[in-house]
């Protein structure tokens, strides 16, 4: 039998950390790669190497034995040096990102800056907009979009669940009292994102209860930009519902607070979206697990 050389290596790494994910990043790829090679080994030979637990491994006897295998056919630093170099420099070309202007700063900025460190040959161009794209015709390769696909030609592979909240200044706060419950907010300066509408909506639920509010308003001050509401509710021009992806600093600094924590928004559903009739290029394929492993860590706390 005829084993994957770079399999058994994965396998040695993965035993040298004494974690998967450890592995990985000394490795420089996603944890699903180390994990699947390690899965691909165990099915090739048709037996257990490992004994998985939530805090440790070990090692089965006969994967011992395939380790001593392993650490025979290669020095081990060496050879594990040559995956990291192939994983860096093998994988080339453009890749075509499209993403909305809420996630581009704090989202999509910071996974391609990643991306691209652990890909120096991949070239990435993201196009930011509102609309949804028509991938095929504008040659995008793979979408962040929020809610269900209308396109039975996509494939969405789910990255993160979120609720926006509502939020104010302290400031404006300390001027206005509080707003207790939903119809309260029409004694308030309401800010909403909005392309052009001239009446808003917002729908709360109220946390562990059946009830459920809708107030309709013309908001005092509309942008369709999350970025520059925060800007004016910073300023103190009202309240506003703000996504936990942008600017999440502002919350956890105590420049904004929740306001009327127990009725909420519902969650959305942020979603990777690629063609599902054609095969995935390497960039794409290895863009779409670098993110999925990434951005949770990115934004380990959201609100749902």
């Not at 704090?106 to 509102?130: I, M, S, Y």
């Amino acid at each position: 039998m005829k084993l994957d050389l770079n399999a058994l290596l994965v396998f040695a790494k993965v035993v040298e950390a004494n974690s998967f994910s450890a592995a990985a990043r000394q490795l420089r790829v996603p944890v699903s790669t180390v994990s699947r090679r390690v899965a691909e080994l165990e099915g090739q030979l048709g037996v257990r190497l490992l004994e998985r637990s939530t805090r440790s491994l070990r090692l089965t006897d006969l994967g011992s034995e395939v380790l001593e295998h392993a650490r025979r056919s290669v020095e081990i630093s060496d050879a594990v040096a040559g995956i990291v170099s192939n994983q860096m420099t093998s994988i080339s070309g453009l890749l075509r990102v499209a993403a909305l202007p809420s996630i581009s700063d704090t989202l999509v900025a910071p996974l391609v800056g990643a991306f691209q460190a652990a890909h120096p040959n991949v070239r990435v161009q993201v196009l930011v907009t509102e609309r949804h794209v028509d991938q095929v015709a504008e040659g995008i390769d793979i979408a962040f979009r929020f809610g269900p696909l209308r396109d039975s030609g996509l494939v969405a592979r789910r990255v993160l669940t979120y609720r926006h909240r509502l939020v104010a200044s302290p400031t404006y706060l300390a001027a206005c009292p509080a707003p207790d419950v939903p119809r309260d907010l029409y004694d308030h300066r309401l800010l909403a994102f909005s392309l052009s509408k001239p009446d808003h909506r917002w729908t709360f639920i109220r946390a562990g209860h059946a009830d459920r509010e809708t107030i309709t308003f013309q908001p005092h001050f509309t942008m369709n930009d999350y970025i520059g509401l925060a800007t004016a509710l910073l300023a103190g021009s009202g309240i506003g519902d703000l996504p936990p992806v942008v600017q999440p600093e502002l919350l956890r600094d105590g420049r904004l607070v929740e306001v009327m924590p127990d009725w909420r928004f519902r969650t959305f559903d942020l979603s990777l979206v690629h063609l599902g009739h054609r095969q995935l290029s390497r960039p794409v394929r290895l863009f779409k697990d670098f993110a999925i492993e990434l951005m949770p860590t990115l934004f380990p706390d959201l609100p749902t």
